[in-house]
Every structure is written in C-alpha cells, then in structure tokens.
C-alpha cells in the first residue's frame, strides 16, 4: 500500500524528504512520547479551492484528518519503527491525537502571543504552544482539560463572556510542526515541547485565566 502527494522528479529529494518525516515523527514518539497519526495533505487549486489527498471531494477538513486507513505510530516508537509505517504513507502530515498526555485550549494567535507573554512575565508554568497558518494557537494542558473547560470557565466567572476560545480533547487531533495545514502553510511551535513539559504539561485552570481575560479584550473576539 502506498500513499503519495503531488509529483516527485528527484529519488534523492525523495528520499531525503522521508528521512526528513520519519526523524520529526521518531522525536514526537521517542523523545517526547506522544503517538502520531499520519495525516491527510491538501492542495489549493487554481481556483483557490482545496483539494484533499484523503480523494473525497467533499471533504469537510481538507488536509488536517487522519488517513482512515494509516496505522497510528505508538509512543515510544524508535526511528526504525517510524521509518516501517511511514514509507507506506510518504508526503503524510504529522498529527497529534488529543487527549492522552495533553488536551488543547485554541484561541486567535494574536492573543494566544499576548497571553504567552503574560504568563511568562507571572511565572506561570507553560507547556508547548503551536500556531497555526490559519491564524490560532494550541496551547497544551493536562488531560481533561476540555470536559472541564465549561465547568473552569463557569467558576472564573467568564460562562457568560464571548469567548473566540474552546477545548480539544480525546477523539480530536492537532496538525503538529511542521507539516502544512489544510494548504496553507506549515504549522510552527511559539514555545516547543521540552523534557519537562512534554509528559506534564501545566493544568489548564493556571493558564485560562490569563488566556480568557486577553481572549476577551481582543479585537479578533
């Protein structure tokens, strides 16, 4: 079985290219110890509409869905067990499921870098934070973050504030750095994954505070 992306001239970018992939997927699984799914890619066509390598035409998230019939590469994978999976999916992006050692608070990146800024000014623990090309940040937290978020937001008296801010846990999956998302450009990290905070990243209730206050002032809310 095999799973291609556009059109490759050259064996050596080629391989170098899957080498590339399969290095970034063997730190995911063996240094910081979450599993990773290989992902769909999409593609913009003349028109501007994008087009997803899944080949439905109808798809709802064009390049950011796990390919239903790739297997997940587990935590703890070596660079030889990632190397086995992936060349059966060359030009795969990298995703993350959520909800095992992490849960995701979204909000607008321009706020997500304001309240990045705040929380390290506090001295609050902070775990990795991605952005996005589409204009979002992901900031990781401890599980169960996003069952609770109502429950979190309802007690710091925010329940009733328009929020441009929500939760992503178990059954969701994030498009991890640096693999393109959905065509538009490759994902990034504002503040990457460390030993520390990889397998422990901060409880969400330290950091949503500060990132509902700054959610709420702004002008993207």
């Known amino acids: 079985m095999g799973?291609?992306?556009?059109?490759?001239?050259?064996?050596?970018?080629?391989?170098?290219?899957?080498m590339s992939d399969c290095t970034t997927v063997a730190e995911y699984t063996g240094l910081w110890g979450w599993a990773v799914v290989p992902?769909?890619?999409?593609?913009?066509?003349?028109?501007?509409?994008?087009?997803?390598?899944?080949?439905?035409?109808?798809?709802?998230?064009?390049?950011?869905?796990?390919?239903?019939?790739?297997?997940?590469?587990?935590?703890?994978?070596?660079?030889?067990?990632?190397?086995?999976?992936?060349?059966?999916?060359?030009?795969?992006?990298?995703?993350?499921?959520?909800?095992?050692?992490?849960?995701?608070?979204?909000?607008?990146?321009?706020?997500?870098?304001?309240?990045?800024?705040?929380?390290e000014r506090m001295g609050l623990p902070v775990g990795p934070v991605a952005a996005t090309p589409d204009g979002r940040a992901h900031f990781f937290v401890a599980p169960g973050a996003a069952s609770e978020l109502p429950r979190l937001l309802y007690r710091m008296g925010w329940d009733d504030a328009d929020l441009d801010l929500r939760g992503l846990g178990p059954g969701d999956h994030i498009v991890a750095p640096p693999s393109d998302l959905a065509g538009l450009g490759p994902v990034r990290w504002l503040r990457p994954p460390s030993l520390d905070t990889a397998q422990s990243p901060p409880q969400a209730r330290l950091l949503l505070g500060t990132l509902a206050y700054v959610a709420h002032r702004s002008p993207a809310a």
């Open 39 to 119: 992902g769909a890619r999409a593609s913009a066509t003349g028109s501007a509409v994008r087009e997803c390598s899944c080949g439905d035409t109808s798809c709802p998230a064009p390049g950011a869905h796990p390919l239903d019939f790739a297997p997940e590469v587990p935590a703890g994978a070596t660079l030889d067990d990632v190397t086995k999976t992936w060349s059966d999916f060359p030009g795969a992006s990298v995703l993350l499921p959520v909800g095992r050692t992490f849960d995701v608070i979204e909000v607008a990146e321009a706020a997500g870098r304001r309240a990045l800024v705040r929380l």
């Open 3 to 18: 799973f291609t992306i556009g059109r490759e001239t050259r064996s050596g970018s080629r391989r170098r290219g899957r």
